[in-house]
């Protein structure tokens, strides 16, 4: 059974529900399914790495990006919930500068699909919680870059009160005007 589609404002990124099959007993899904991506998305992706993450809340992780092997992501939420960020960073991009965002989380199953050229970051807003992603490319630590979380330009509304948890990587974040971009 394909995913369900969910257009959002980034025509590119999409929000993609698999079909869940419940009963007394429990539930089962297909988490990914390479036939089912492809007439949902109408993309041919080849997974090379597949990453977990946990954070406990009111961590933030990102913005992140690769500046050469960028990374297409399909992200979902197995324990816990996620505010997740997808920043269009391709200058070409009639959405360029532009973000959007989707509470992912274990209960509501839903995965997120970001393409190469954009930053990534996501919030914790239950008490912790696990991501699972799969990525199209490998990571290379020395083409990775940071999108400053809080940029103005950007103006993500992150749902939180006050500084979220950030790594030392993330507090060093650049703002939009300062980072490399993609064609």
């Not at 399914?33 to 809340?57: C, I, K, P, W, Y």
């Not at 190469?116 to 912790?128: I, Q, W």
Request: cysteine-free; aromatic content about 12%; proline content about 7%.
């Amino acid at each position: 059974m394909p995913y369900q589609r969910t257009p959002t404002a980034i025509p590119d990124v999409l929000l993609l529900e698999p079909t869940v099959f419940s009963d007394d007993r429990g539930y089962f899904f297909e988490s990914y399914n390479a036939g089912d991506f492809r007439e949902a998305t109408g993309l041919a992706v080849d997974f090379v790495q597949d990453n977990h993450s946990m954070s406990v809340q009111g961590v933030l992780r990102g913005l992140h990006y690769q500046v050469r092997h960028p990374q297409g992501k399909l992200l979902r939420a197995v324990k816990g919930r996620v505010f997740d960020v997808a920043v269009d960073l391709r200058k070409s991009s009639p959405t360029f500068g532009r973000w959007v965002g989707a509470v992912l989380s274990a209960d509501n199953r839903r995965q997120l699909w970001i393409p190469p050229g954009f930053a990534h970051g996501f919030l914790t807003l239950s008490e912790d919680a696990e991501i699972l992603y799969k990525v199209t490319d490998y990571w290379y630590p020395e083409h990775e870059r940071t999108l400053l979380w809080k940029d103005p330009t950007v103006n993500v509304e992150w749902p939180i009160e006050g500084e979220p948890r950030l790594a030392p990587k993330d507090v060093a974040g650049k703002f939009l005007d300062e980072v490399e971009l993609f064609g």
